[in-house]
């Protein structure tokens, strides 16, 4: 799955997202879910409504 299939899908068992990591205490918590579970991604820069946050591309800069 690549980054986009997996911006559009919903989370799940091993797909989280967060929309940054000014609170680490959340963060850590589903990492440490991950670990003792199947696994799993943490996106940081998205909502869960789907917004994404993050720097804009300059392309040739």
């Given at each position: 799955?690549?980054?986009?299939?997996?911006?559009?899908s919903?989370?799940?068992?091993?797909?989280?997202?967060?929309?940054?990591?000014?609170?680490?205490?959340?963060?850590?918590?589903?990492?440490?879910?991950?670990?003792?579970?199947a696994?799993?991604?943490?996106?940081?820069?998205?909502?869960?409504?789907?917004?994404?946050?993050g720097?804009p591309?300059?392309?040739?800069?």
């Amino acid at each position: 799955m690549n980054i986009s299939e997996m911006l559009s899908s919903p989370e799940g068992k091993t797909l989280e997202f967060n929309r940054d990591i000014s609170s680490p205490k959340p963060i850590l918590k589903t990492l440490v879910a991950f670990a003792n579970t199947a696994g799993g991604i943490l996106i940081i820069g998205r909502e869960r409504d789907g917004t994404v946050y993050g720097v804009p591309v300059t392309v040739g800069k």
